[in-house]
């Protein structure tokens, strides 16, 4: 069990892709998004395995969920600055969250 106030620390944001693209740099098939958190935020970049369910141009102008406060990571040949998230299909390859509705650009989950 954690306390609600461990829950607080993890910053999970709502931002709009505006680049998207195959990560040719990448050891295992993914893409290559910039995602727009808003002004406070601004953009960020990550590559997540997303292949099996998403084209890199249907990507563009969704909104997703992703942590914002974890540390620069080195995946592949790139640094990624967000973790965006996702629920696993039958098959464990990721479903992104993403509202059903239009909200601001880093609106934090609550």
């Keep these: 069990m954690i306390e609600y106030s ?3 620390k993890v910053e ?5 892709v505006i680049e998207s693209r195959f990560n040719d740099k ?6 290559f998004l910039i995602i727009d958190f808003g002004e406070f935020i ?9 292949t099996k ?3 890199p141009e249907e990507l563009i102008g969704k909104q997703v969920a992703a942590v914002t ?7 592949g040949k790139m ?3 967000v973790l965006v998230l996702g629920f696993p299909d039958e098959e464990n390859n990721p479903i992104l969250v ?13």
């Design 6 to 8: 461990d829950f607080e």
């Design 12 to 16: 999970i944001r709502v931002g709009t």
């Design 26 to 31: 990448s050891n295992k098939p993914s893409i």
């Design 42 to 50: 601004g953009h960020k970049k990550t590559s997540a395995q997303l």
């Design 53 to 55: 369910h998403y084209k």
């Design 69 to 75: 406060n974890f540390p620069p990571k080195q995946i």
């Design 79 to 81: 640094i990624s600055e």
């Design 98 to 110: 993403m509202p059903t509705k239009k909200v601001n650009n880093g609106g934090k989950l609550f």
